[in-house]
């Protein structure tokens, strides 16, 4: 890397701070205003609790006096991937889609909605205990990641003052 590229990347901080950007933890981010103000809806199922505890690790636990409130829909689909000589499905891909729609708990007026999608995949081809432990484990996998979809949507929005 050349002296010239050094000072133009030491220059970006500059550039940015110029045109508007603001960290997302910083004091005026979307970070900072949303971290202990979502009040995530209770799950009802085991894919919504491991989806709510993960967002409640990244936006920060609310209580009662929450400024918004963070509804969901999850759907998970199941697709077998490859089938053995037998003809016995030994590799599913889970396919997670949550709709989700930010609130504002004083007015009422939706914030921000929208909808994320991603997969992951698991392996059957232990014993059904063997099997069963891959669903779960792939089924916690995905609502990681479609949490953290959603925290980073969030954190993109404009939020009002």
Known sequence: MSLFNRRSLLAL????AACGFTPVY???GAGAKLRG?????EPS???GYLLTRHLETRLGRSGSTARYALDT???LDEDGLAINAAGD???????GIVEYALRDTTTGTV???G??????????????VATLAAESDAVERLMVILGNQITARLFATALPA
């Open 13 to 16: 901080p500059l550039a940015l």
């Open 26 to 28: 910083g004091p005026d």
């Open 37 to 41: 103000q979502v009040l995530v809806q």
């Open 45 to 47: 199922t085991q894919a």
């Open 73 to 75: 829909v999850i759907r």
């Open 89 to 95: 499905i030994t590799r599913f891909n889970l396919i």
């Open 111 to 113: 914030v921000t909605s």
């Open 115 to 128: 909808q994320v999608e991603n997969f992951t995949a698991y392996s059957a081809t232990g014993s059904t």
